[in-house]
């Protein structure tokens, strides 16, 4: 069965902001469909999206419509769906070192459609394919990191850390821990509501509330989790890109401007307060002293996370490594612009003994790709965002659909 056509189509992300989706049709009437997302904190090294200079915002897709159509299909029709060889002859047509020819977004569609269509045509689920082509002998339910509170670029509030999330310790199944935190969640609306704050969702479904400080957010998030039936515990997704000024070297804290040193001290202080397992994105990506400085300060403690600092990028993941500047990193498709591309980055980083995230992204749609490259992957965590919105939900009850499946093929054996 081969490719026959390659149809781009602009749609709408979960931000009300056009993205692209990727329609493959098969000789044999197969059709598969793919759409990829886009982040609202973008670091410096991600791969280039393709966007039209002026219609809807400077962020229309046409021109990644074009490349995918003009550029893309013809490296694809004809073949039968191969996502590593498809995605090696897209790289090489590409050229460049961010994908700012043919466009990392209709790279990234392109590619989990051929991955789509090819676990399809093997009659395997889509996360069997994912890990019997990264040589694993079995797939896994990961850890969820459910966002209860948004700040940052995420929200229109004061708070300065992009994400408030908590991770549910204590339960055997995926479902049993997406019930306990469902219940969580609405406790925590409820007890904002009660301190009188003003309840918005923010753009990954989590609560946007106005603390005056962070130590107000952590002690409200700290009062839910003592009610809660189930054991959490919290990491936080600071972003710190979005806050760091780089003519005067220093960080935007609420009023505050603080040093690297003083933003370090201030999570020395966190996590001595509160139970707090891993801290992502706690430096600005182009500090690696920073980096290094907060690594042998906290990391024998928590999990620190690489997200922007390495970008999905496997030679940045490889630098990290060597330098000892992190112990985990997230895994987000789009930042580097193909399916083959991020398991080489998810290889790397297992292989050398970090924690692997995967991750959605601020302007999703309901495709549930992370999902199954997640399970495929073994990921020790997936953020999917808050227990609310539709595009947040897909993606949690994939996992619930996969755990499912997963329990019955036991009991058959």
Aim: one cysteine or more.
């Amino acid at each position: 069965m081969k490719i026959e056509q390659v149809i781009g189509r602009e749609i709408y992300d979960s931000r009300g902001h056009p993205t692209l989706e990727c329609e493959l049709v098969l000789d044999e009437g197969l059709h598969v469909i793919a759409s990829v997302p886009s982040g609202m904190s973008k670091g410096p090294y991600a791969a280039a999206e393709l966007r039209d200079k002026k219609r809807l915002m400077g962020l229309g897709v046409n021109k990644a419509i074009e490349s995918l159509e003009d550029n893309i299909a013809p490296i694809l029709i004809g073949h039968k769906p191969s996502v590593v060889e498809l995605d090696l002859a897209m790289i090489e047509a590409d050229g460049t070192e961010n994908k700012s020819h043919l466009g990392a977004n209709a790279m990234l569609a392109a590619s989990i459609a051929v991955c789509r269509a090819q676990a399809a045509i093997d009659g395997v689920p889509l996360y069997d394919l994912i890990a019997y082509l990264c040589n694993y002998n079995s797939v896994s339910i990961p850890f969820p990191m459910f966002n209860v509170i948004n700040g940052g670029a995420h929200s229109d509030s004061t708070l300065p850390i992009q994400e408030l999330m908590i991770i549910p310790v204590d339960q055997r199944t995926f479902r049993s821990a997406f019930e306990e935190s469902i219940t969580t969640f609405h406790a925590i609306e409820k007890l904002l509501q009660k301190k009188g704050k003003q309840v918005g969702i923010g753009d990954e479904g989590g609560f946007s509330a106005d603390f005056k400080d962070e130590y107000e957010a952590l002690d409200v998030l700290s009062e839910a989790l003592e009610q809660s039936q189930g054991k959490f515990v919290i990491a936080l997704d600071l972003a710190a890109n979005q806050l760091y000024d780089s003519k005067t070297k220093k960080y935007q804290w609420y009023k505050k401007k603080l040093s690297r040193d003083e933003l370090i001290a201030r999570y020395v202080d966190l996590v001595d307060k509160y139970p707090i397992l891993s801290i992502e994105d706690g430096i600005d990506a182009a500090d690696w002293d920073g980096w290094s400085l907060l690594m042998n300060t906290l990391g024998d403690t928590v999990q620190i996370v690489g997200d922007d600092l390495f970008a999905t990028n496997v030679q940045r993941v490889a630098l990290g490594v060597e330098d000892g500047l992190a112990n985990a990193v997230v895994i987000k498709p789009n930042q580097v612009g193909t399916v083959t591309e991020a398991l080489q980055a998810v290889k790397f980083a297992k292989d050398n003994g970090w924690n692997v995230i995967a991750s959605h992204r601020a302007g999703e749609t309901n495709d549930s790709f992370i999902v199954d490259l997640a399970v495929g992957i073994s990921a020790d965590y997936i953020k999917a965002g808050g227990c609310c919105r539709g595009e947040r939900l897909s993606k949690y009850n994939q996992l619930l659909r996969i755990e499912d499946t997963l329990q019955r093929s036991l009991l058959e054996e």
